[in-house]
């Protein structure tokens, strides 16, 4: 997964460094005019007057007339004719003058639109433009309804991506990792959503050993995207978390269900979801050079989950199981006739499983799942008298079990661990509803 998955951080920064063209202030963007809201009661009437006459002035540029009209309306800042006269100041060109009008009626009124869009309109004028987008994007919360907020945020975002991105990723090639950090954190501040950014600063910030703030900053990521998600995920099933990687993989299934690398981490999550789970001989299987039969009862039971629904019998008699550490999952599938005991009553589960034995339980989940036969190949080295034949055709028909070239079965082949996780997770998933 991390090889297929952190390329794509990699590639957009690069583009970004190669094809942006650096800039020290934020592109300028049309302004956007939004009227102060008046409540009953916040004005006099001479005062709702004078802004009724005055912002029509402001939006058609006779923005000094409307200054006039403004100040002789207050002798002291009244609520929202100091934001308008903000405006006006703006529209006349005194950016600063139009900045700090601003900011003081924000500082009375923190959730004002139109004193937060006005807010952020001088400070990106005057190339402050992550402040601007902290505003507005405040403003845009206050009327979500209002989609020329929103566009305009966009546009102050990309602006900042723009500028900052490419600086970053020139200083992160360069060598100055804590510049580059910065610069992201900088850019993930004004955009969080800008997941390529995250990506890097989070590789920056494992490889200066600070592995806790990494994940906690991909964990940051607001719409789960994949590449950032992916990655936060493999970081925790390093960490032994795997319930936690499990349930991030799977949300970005359900969007990529045909993703095989989403398929394969998620597959290792449900394993080690699956080993915090069970007894420590469980957790040896993979690695085991040769499967026994307890360790078979055990993956079946454990990793085909559709057999839970199946109504059991009794189990035979097994004398030699009691002492055994997969003993509720020999007796569940002895109850399910997925193995069988001895004549003599023993079950031996210290036994090894050969590549027959392993095909006559496969066929018989398959049986008991009502799953349909597939074509049955010809095998070479088995007659149809063979006591395993059957089920050897069933589980090769069903592609969970591979014969040679020529044909042959090779049922008196050892099946090891890692081959049997192999078969019983390829069979959950062909059995999957």
Not at 141 to 150: E, F, G, K, M, V
Not at 230 to 252: S, T, V
Not at 286 to 292: D, E, S
Not at 396 to 424: H, I, K, Y
Request: with cysteine.
């Amino acid at each position: 997964m991390r090889r297929t998955l952190a390329p794509l951080a990699v590639l957009a920064l690069a583009g970004l460094a190669g094809c942006a063209r650096p800039v020290v202030v934020a592109p300028e963007v049309r302004e956007l005019y939004v009227r102060p809201a008046v409540r009953p009661g916040e004005l006099s009437p001479p005062q709702r007057k004078a802004l009724e006459k005055a912002w029509p002035q402001i939006l058609a540029g006779d923005a000094a007339a409307a200054e006039k009209r403004l100040l002789g309306a207050m002798r002291t800042p009244v609520a929202h004719l100091d934001t308008a006269l903000g405006w006006a100041r703006l529209r006349l060109g005194r950016v600063e003058q139009a900045a700090a009008d601003f900011e003081a009626a924000v500082a009375r009124r923190p959730e004002d639109v139109s004193a937060l869009a006005g807010a952020s309109a001088a400070l990106a004028r005057l190339g402050r433009d992550e402040e601007a987008v902290g505003l507005l994007r405040r403003a845009a919360a206050q009327a979500p309804a209002d989609t020329r907020l929103s566009r305009r945020l966009a546009a102050l975002k990309l602006a900042v991506s723009e500028r900052l991105l490419p600086l970053a990723a020139e200083a992160q090639a360069a060598g100055r990792a804590e510049e580059a950090l910065a610069l992201y954190r900088r850019c993930l501040e004004a955009v969080p959503e800008l997941a390529p950014a995250r990506l890097a600063a989070a590789e920056l910030l494992l490889a200066a050993g600070a592995r806790a703030e990494a994940i906690a900053l991909l964990d940051a990521e607001p719409n789960r995207e994949r590449g950032a998600t992916a990655r936060l995920a493999e970081l925790l099933l390093e960490d032994r978390q795997p319930a936690r990687a499990l349930d991030l993989l799977r949300g970005l299934q359900a969007r990529e269900p045909a993703d095989e690398a989403l398929r394969a981490a998620a597959a290792r999550a449900l394993q080690e979801v699956e080993n915090a789970r069970m007894p420590e001989p469980y957790r040896r299987i993979p690695l085991a050079a040769r499967v026994t039969r307890a360790d078979l009862a055990a993956l079946l039971v454990a990793k085909v989950p559709q057999l839970e629904a199946l109504e059991a019998g009794e189990p035979p008699l097994a004398v030699d199981v009691s002492g055994s550490w997969a003993r509720p999952f020999i007796l569940r599938a002895l109850a399910l006739r997925l193995m069988d005991v001895y004549p003599n009553h023993t079950f031996q589960p210290a036994a090894q499983v050969r590549k027959g034995e392993l095909a006559v339980a496969l066929a018989r989940v398959l049986d008991a799942l009502g799953h349909p036969p597939g074509p049955a190949p010809v095998l070479s080295d088995m007659s149809r008298n063979h006591l395993q034949h059957a089920a050897a055709s069933r589980a090769a028909g069903a592609g969970l079990l591979a014969v040679t070239p020529s044909g042959a079965f090779e049922a008196w082949r050892v099946v090891s661990g890692a081959q049997a996780v192999e078969v019983v997770e390829a069979l959950a998933r062909l059995v999957k509803p």
